[in-house]
């Protein structure tokens, strides 16, 4: 299984995988990791990602 966050995987995602993250808000950087809020799939950046997993 190719790693689903770095390399390859991100390259084949829509624009390498960069989005504003939704909880940061920062622009242009990498969300890969897939969280529910509310009900609602988010797709978040990775500092974000360890943030809530904490
Ligand atoms: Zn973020």
Redesign the pocket.
Known sequence: MSKAHRGTGVRELVNNGRAV??????AE?K?LYEVEQDGAKLM??????A?LKK
């Open positions: 993250c939704p909880i940061c808000k920062r950087i969300c978040i950046c990775k500092q974000c990602n943030k």
